[in-house]
Nanobody, 122 residues
Framework: QVPLVESGGGLVQAGGSLRLSCAAS????????MGWFRQAPGKEREFVAA????????NHADSVKGRFTASRSNAKNTVYLQMSSLKPEDTAVYYC???????????????WGQGTQVTVSS
């Protein structure tokens, strides 16, 4: 088990910024690829970004590339999603997830946080 707890969501105006955090428990945090996903009302869950275990490699969905940046601190067992130039269509519940399998794509995540709401007003 890898308990994950997201924080940092909230209400922001279009064009604004937010930083989400996801804290993990355990002593082998660097063994896990960490991903970010989001789900808007009435829509399927969407992959947002992922970090390799070391943090040296990242992958961002085209819809957020250039606006969002995923990063991690293995010393703090925490991953971050810095979101800038937010748009109303970014409104969703954001989840972090973890997996031990290789790859920075959208599949294979075994552990999920409870999610944090991000609402972007126009």
């Amino acid at each position: 088990q890898v308990p994950l707890v997201e924080s940092g969501g909230g209400l922001v105006q279009a064009g604004g910024s937010l930083r989400l955090s996801c804290a993990a428990s355990g002593r082998t945090f660097s063994d896990y690829v960490m991903g970010w996903f989001r789900q808007a009302p009435g829509k399927e869950r969407e992959f947002v970004a992922a970090n390799s275990g070391s943090g040296t490699s990242t992958n961002h969905a085209d819809s957020v590339k250039g606006r969002f940046t995923a990063s991690r601190s293995n010393a703090k067992n925490t991953v971050y999603l810095q979101m800038s130039s937010l748009k109303p269509e970014d409104t969703a519940v954001y989840y972090c997830a973890a997996k031990r399998t290789y790859g920075l794509g959208a599949s294979g995540y075994a552990y999920w946080g409870q999610g944090t709401q991000v609402t972007v007003s126009s």
